[in-house]
T-cell receptor
């Protein structure tokens, strides 16, 4: 069966520090991969999606970036975090039927 | 990209059947309707997907009228653990990248 791993679960970072969140998927190949951010009490905002290795599309201009160095690995990064980057970050993968399966999420607090 | 509209919130007593309706007036021919459930501090979880008429699984039923401009998620005999946010999404079921939008969903509060 397929599983998705996302870490860390919580993260507290100072403003201006770098960020690296990692997501890996097991049990499937060539999945579509997504990064979302959710502010408190709000819906999910799609940040990046990827349909293959090295193929990244950005939905929202910001100081975040994403990379897909391997088929089942998706990384969200920032060189310098802003206060506004705080939120709940979710990684997801989709199968051929486009049903998305989500990781447990990372709660990021930028102070 | 079909836009969806659903109530912001609903309250229900334990043991009752809950129906959450989603409007998607500009749904395309190839679009499927998918519902997700999200608990606080967790990622959304797939509940059910359908194209037309009725779909039922162990968790819920999905009713889609002939014109497909709306859909209704039905949760039988809800319990307190069904308190969550429910999202309705519309998009193709054909692989590749399909942009879908998670709106604010419907916040269901189950009351004892």
């Amino acid at each position: 069966s397929q599983t998705i791993h996302q870490w860390p679960a919580t993260l507290v970072q100072p403003v201006g520090s770098p960020l690296s969140l990692e997501c890996t998927v097991e049990g499937t190949s060539n999945p579509n991969l997504y990064w979302y951010r959710q502010a408190a009490g709000r819906g999910l905002q799609l940040l990046f999606y990827s349909v293959g290795i090295g193929q990244i599309s950005s939905e929202v201009p910001q100081n975040l970036s994403a990379s897909r160095p391997q088929d089942r690995q998706f990384i969200l990064s920032s060189k310098k975090l802003l206060l506004s980057d705080s939120g709940f970050y979710l990684c997801a993968w989709a199968n051929w039927g486009n049903i998305q399966y989500f990781g447990a999420g990372t709660r990021l607090s930028v102070l | 990209l079909a836009k969806t509209t659903q109530p912001i919130s609903m309250d229900s007593y334990e043991g009752q059947e809950v129906n959450i309706t989603c409007s998607h007036n500009n749904i395309a021919t190839n679009d499927y309707i998918t519902w997700y459930q999200q608990f606080p501090s967790q990622g959304p979880r797939f509940i059910i997907q359908g194209y037309k008429t009725k779909v039922t699984n162990e968790v819920a039923s999905l009713f889609i009228p002939a014109d497909r401009k709306s859909s209704t998620l039905s949760l039988p005999r809800v319990s307190l653990s069904d308190t969550a946010v429910y999202y309705c999404l519309v998009g193709e079921n054909s692989g590749g990248y399909q942009k879908v939008t998670f709106g604010t969903g419907t916040k269901l509060q189950v009351i004892p």
